[in-house]
């Protein structure tokens, strides 16, 4: 049963205050306070980057100090910048671990510039490379299914070379592929460690023969370790004579490819259905910013079992090729 009280709570913009059992009108920010604000917040993260370099890099704290320090439910009234700002220092600051110390070294360097912190308000495009060949392989997994029945999930072949990121083993763990059917082919240094049009198509073949079938290829353009170029257009035309989804993994070496002189590297990129590229490794852009692009029929496969027709955007409007930004796809 609700009370009254807490009736009206909802339904006027206002907060009883407690102490003196007076109402309170809840008043939105105004542009004046926000610019007040918006520059105090300006100078508390330039006085953070000034000093970083005196901070201890790794947090001091042990996991879960926060719970201690915390109330045990959320205020229900408001509090001042400076009261959220003390917070800040006191409680969560301990417990960070400083990726844009020039001193922090461990894994990916901090590499988000002084200018993009201007631009990140917060918010992400793809939350990770991960995210993204999850979503496809979840998407091209369903589209197979629709034709060819729920049942034969058991027989759908995943191919990539020994070169490409875990990302994708974790992605057919959670898509329920069977752990027989991701194809692991090798690469050598005859190749620069580049996947093979012969050897996927040998291994296509082969299933195809066994009643398997072949349903998703991911191709890399810059492996983690190696740096490998797999050839898009080869490969890429093995994939759709056999009707599989062709997904690109640029996540380490991809942004490279903005430059004409490295663009050959994306040739035959036309035959992919899906392009990922990670702007928080060398677009100095912070965490989380994993560009994605797919094809706009693509698109559509992956809103088609969840949303209604009217969420759906044109198709003919779309770009064939154009940047797919988080709220399309989640
Ligand atoms: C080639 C490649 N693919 C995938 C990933 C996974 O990226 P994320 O951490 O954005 O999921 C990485 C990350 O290092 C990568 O280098």
Redesign the pocket.
């Known amino acids: 049963m609700i009370s009254d009280e807490s009736c009206l709570r909802f339904r006027l913009p206002s907060y009883w205050n407690k102490e003196n059992g007076s109402r309170n009108e809840l008043k939105p920010m105004d542009s004046e306070q926000l610019r007040e604000y918006g520059h105090r917040m300006v100078d508390f993260i330039a006085d953070y980057y000034k000093s970083i370099e005196n901070l201890p890099v790794l947090s001091q704290v042990q996991p879960g100090y926060l719970h201690n320090l915390l109330p045990d439910s959320a205020p229900d009234h408001p509090e001042t910048l400076d009261q959220v700002l003390d917070d800040v220092k006191a409680k969560i600051m301990p417990g960070v671990t400083h990726w844009q110390s020039p001193s922090f070294f461990a894994y990916y360097p901090s590499n988000s510039s002084v200018a993009s912190f201007l631009g990140d308000g917060g918010g992400v495009i793809q939350g ?4 993204a060949v999850l979503v496809v392989l979840i998407a091209a997994r369903d589209n197979v299914l629709r034709s060819v029945g729920k049942k034969a999930l058991e027989k759908l072949v995943v191919y990539s070379s020994d070169q490409t ?1 875990s ?1 994708l083993q974790k992605a057919c763990q959670i898509a329920g592929i069977h752990p027989g059917n991701c194809r692991v082919l090798r690469t050598d240094s005859s190749t620069n460690y580049a996947l093979s049009p012969e050897l996927l198509q040998e291994a296509v073949s082969r299933d195809l023969e066994a009643g398997l079938i072949p349903f998703f290829l991911c191709a ?1 353009v ?3 370790s190696s740096t490998a170029v797999d050839p898009l257009a080869a490969l890429g035309k093995i994939a759709k004579s056999n009707e599989m989804w062709v997904h690109v ?1 640029a ?2 070496a991809g942004s490279a490819c903005i430059c004409p002189e490295y663009r050959q590297y994306i040739d035959g990129v036309e035959t992919a259905d899906s392009f990922n590229m ?1 702007a928080h490794k060398w677009f100095l852009t912070n965490f989380d910013c ?1 560009g994605f692009l797919i094809d706009s029929v693509n698109l559509v496969l992956i809103y088609a079992p969840t949303r209604p027709q009217s969420f759906l955007p044109r198709s003919e409007n779309l770009n064939p090729k154009s940047l797919s930004t988080n709220p399309l796809l989640r």
């Open positions: 990770s490379a991960s995210e990121h990302a890399n810059g492996t983690t993994d996540a380490y990670n994993s």
